[in-house]
């Protein structure tokens, strides 16, 4: 696996391997990657790809761990196998993008966007996800483990044997979503929306809901 820095990076971006779009603006550059594949490749800790654009680029196997994107913007890419840990994406969007069996762990998703994306056993453990967006989306044998959530959406959401276990919700948006076979021990929704919301076959050790909430939510087969 091929070990990128900084520097070579805007090598790269000079012979239009990545095309340097946007120049530099307050320090950040700005890369525009469009219908490349770099499958495997490994980015220096700590290199800055912040507001970057990326389309329709497989990703698979790419080592992000403690990498800059933030503001960054993926469109169809393929996010597989990937090593994020302690990276942030602040302020990112991720539209049709595939997550699967990758770890984002203790990595920052502050107020990030995913629309029309696939997510298969990927894990957020320990992340930052406040105010991130994930409305309508699908989610399937995800972890969030001990994840903050504050302010985040989840409504319209259908969340299959996703881990919530000691995660922080604080005025999370759960409207309308369906939670089946989740882990949601020693996770506090007084302070979530859970208007309209499901629980099937859920694990609810030590979860706390309030008293309208209980009446609120349709419980079945919760253990």
Do not use: P
């Not at 993926?74 to 993008?97: P, T, V």
């Not at 995800?142 to 044997?161: C, E, I, M, N, P």
Request: a negative charge.
């Amino acid at each position: 696996m091929k070990e990128i820095t900084q520097e070579e990076l805007d090598i790269l971006v000079k012979n239009s391997t990545w095309k340097n779009t946007d120049g530099y603006k307050d320090g950040a550059k700005f890369f525009d990657l469009r219908n490349a594949g770099i499958e495997g490749l490994k980015i220096k800790h700590e290199a800055d790809l912040s507001q970057a654009s990326f389309v329709n680029v497989n990703l698979k196997l790419v080592c992000f761990a403690s990498i800059k994107f933030n503001h960054a913007k993926f469109n169809d890419c393929n996010l597989a196998d990937i090593e994020g840990y302690w990276s942030q994406a602040r302020y990112s969007r991720f539209i049709n993008c595939i997550f699967k069996e990758s770890s984002f762990d203790n990595s920052d998703f502050t107020n990030a966007e995913f629309k029309n994306c696939t997510f298969m056993g990927t894990s957020f453990k320990h992340a930052n996800l406040e105010n991130a967006n994930f409305s309508q989306e699908t989610l399937i044998h995800v972890d969030f483990s001990g994840s903050k959530l504050s302010d985040a959406d989840f409504s319209y959401t259908q969340l299959y044997r996703v881990d919530f276990s000691e995660s922080y919700l604080r005025n999370t948006n759960m409207r309308n979503t369906m939670f089946i076979e989740c882990g949601l021990g020693s996770v506090d929704f007084e302070n979530v929306d859970l208007t309209g919301s499901s629980f099937v076959d859920c694990y609810l050790d030590e979860t706390n809901f309030s008293y309208e909430q209980r009446h609120i939510s349709l419980y079945k087969g919760a253990e």
